[in-house]
């Protein structure tokens, strides 16, 4: 009887746990179907600007093609009939060239070789202590010789938990694309795009050829606003559309002028819209200056490229791989760039624990890259190693690091 009992007993309680994962697992599948249905629809929603924006534009092009240039300026004047039309369309072609790149390039994902394998993400997350867990990733970095300076303000690998990759410099996170982005500046609604290394170009002539194309349009516009509200326009409904092309294109051609001032400066200094919020974080400390390549020339062909021919085109121009960037150290001395004990800040060398190997590891971290080239190693006058680097294919210019003695320009 007792027997009976306690098998009737194991039962219910198997039965139990049998219906608890049960439900856990239908609670599962219903929240994955609820994540499944609110990503679509916030995808769906992601492309409503960039409907407006085409709205607006194919609005426009009426407004000014017909209403302005063939019901009213035709019977006035065929010469500045002919030249609206010509500057009108070379503006539209480039504004929208530009609007495409930006809007349907791919965003720079980060390289395979920063992605943790399934060992080495089993190793990390086996680890609860934060100390361990940033040596495995350290461990990890020198195995695979990442070129990664960057750190967390605590000193930390830049690591990131979504997509189980060490960051690269400059790369971090979108929530809204759900990947690591290469050199992220931003999200913008309006391209539903992530700004990044492989469309920031596209972006920045985005927002110049806006410019150009709203200011050309009120300029050319505003004679005829004028005219329509002293009532000489013979066409009211032509006056109406007139009238609301002048007030939009300025109201754009404002608001876009300043996120052009504020991406050119951007520019100027080599830095992300993220950056100058909050800089990057090297050996040294934050240093929003520690991707400038020294000035305004420079920095604008880190973006625009050595080819001038190329520089107003929305064609993909931008110099390195998104990856590896030359960096710029501030205090050479406090920061003890060229000790072997640390990797160097410079190069993709792996740290190493061996003082004496500094010098060997200093020839094997530097890596050539398309911002820079390496030249050559041996002796110097003087005693010590040297490493000559070309930092510029343009300008030619060259540095001489000693291993030993302090850099010498």
Request: glycine letters at 8%.
């Amino acid at each position: 009887m007792d027997f009976n009992h306690k098998r009737a007993h194991y039962t219910t309680d198997d039965e139990k746990k049998q219906k608890t994962s049960c439900e856990k697992g239908k609670n599962t599948v219903l929240e994955s179907l609820k994540m499944g249905v609110l990503g679509m629809c916030l995808k769906i929603c992601g492309w409503f600007p960039v409907l407006f924006i085409s709205a607006v534009i194919v609005w426009s092009y009426y407004a000014y093609v017909v209403e302005l240039c063939i019901f009213i300026l035709i019977d006035r004047s065929i010469p500045l009939f002919l030249l609206y039309l010509v500057l009108y369309h070379a503006f539209l072609v480039m504004f929208l060239w530009a609007y495409w790149r930006a809007v349907w390039t791919p965003v720079a994902r980060a390289p395979s070789e920063f992605q943790l394998t399934s060992s080495e993400l089993q190793q990390y997350e086996a680890e609860d202590r934060s100390v361990e867990k940033i040596e495995i990733l350290k461990q990890i970095a020198r195995d695979k010789r990442l070129p990664v300076f960057t750190r967390t303000y605590g000193g930390g690998m830049r690591f990131c938990g979504i997509c189980k990759i060490i960051k690269p410099d400059r790369c971090h996170h979108c929530s809204v694309c759900n990947t690591c982005v290469l050199k992220m500046d931003h999200h913008c609604p309006w391209v539903n795009n992530c700004v990044c290394f492989s469309n920031y170009k596209f972006f920045v002539l985005f927002l110049f050829y806006t410019v150009l194309y709203c200011l050309f349009v009120s300029l050319s516009v505003l004679p005829f606003f004028i005219q329509f509200w002293q009532n000489i326009l013979d066409r009211v409904v032509g006056g109406f559309n007139v009238m609301f092309l002048f007030i939009v294109s300025l109201v754009f051609s404002l608001s876009v002028t300043v996120l052009c001032i504020v991406h050119t400066r951007l520019v100027a200094n080599n830095w992300s819209t993220l950056e100058s919020f909050r800089p990057p974080v090297f050996r040294h400390g934050p240093d929003k200056e520690g991707f400038s390549r020294g000035s305004f020339c420079n920095n604008f062909k880190e973006v625009f490229g050595y080819q001038k021919k190329y520089w107003l085109l929305p064609i993909f121009t931008s110099n390195g791989d998104g990856v590896t960037y030359p960096i710029q150290a501030r205090d050479q001395d406090s920061d003890r760039l060229l000790d072997g004990d640390v990797e160097s800040d410079i190069g993709s060398g792996p740290e190493t624990e061996d003082k004496g190997a500094g010098k060997k590891g200093i020839r094997d971290s530097i890596k050539t890259s398309p911002s820079y080239s390496t030249m050559a190693t041996g002796g110097a006058a003087g005693g010590g190693d040297h490493v000559a680097l070309h930092m510029d294919p343009d300008e030619g210019a060259q540095i001489n690091l000693g291993v030993d003695g302090e850099l010498q320009r």
